[in-house]
């Protein structure tokens, strides 16, 4: 499946942003899908993954409390709102899917990716 990711943008610190994932071809309602993000230098990093159903949610401890993953399978769509913004989410986010119950934290159990989309927060 082709994902894009989009939403990004740059907003100052303690502001909000909320990206969208979607299928550009295909669809995206039969998986988990996964948000990651990788800043300069730095690793690739999980940030929330969602379940096929919406029922499970899982969020990095980074992120936990002030972003929240959702999806809309009528839309064909997975959200990540982001409030409280500060500095250290800038990078740039991933969607990502993954078929069958894997560990939704692990970049390695998703099979298609997004081009990602840019945040950047100002201090």
């Known amino acids: 499946v082709q994902l894009q990711a989009s939403g990004g943008g740059l907003v100052q610190t303690g502001g909000s942003l909320r990206l969208s994932c979607a299928a550009a071809e295909g669809t995206i309602v039969i998986y988990t899908v996964g948000w990651f993000r990788q800043a300069p230098g730095k690793e690739r990093e999980f940030v929330a993954a969602i379940s096929r159903s919406g029922a499970q949610k899982t969020y990095s401890d980074s992120v936990k409390g002030h972003f929240t993953i959702s999806r809309y399978n009528a839309e064909d769509k997975v959200y990540l709102q982001m409030n409280s913004l500060n500095p250290e989410d800038t990078a740039v986010y991933y969607c990502?899917?993954?078929?069958?119950?894997?560990?939704?934290?692990?970049?390695?159990?998703?099979?298609?990716w997004g081009q990602g989309t840019q945040v950047t927060v100002s201090s």
């Open positions: 990502a899917v993954q078929w069958g119950r894997r560990d939704p934290m692990n970049p390695n159990e998703y099979s298609d």
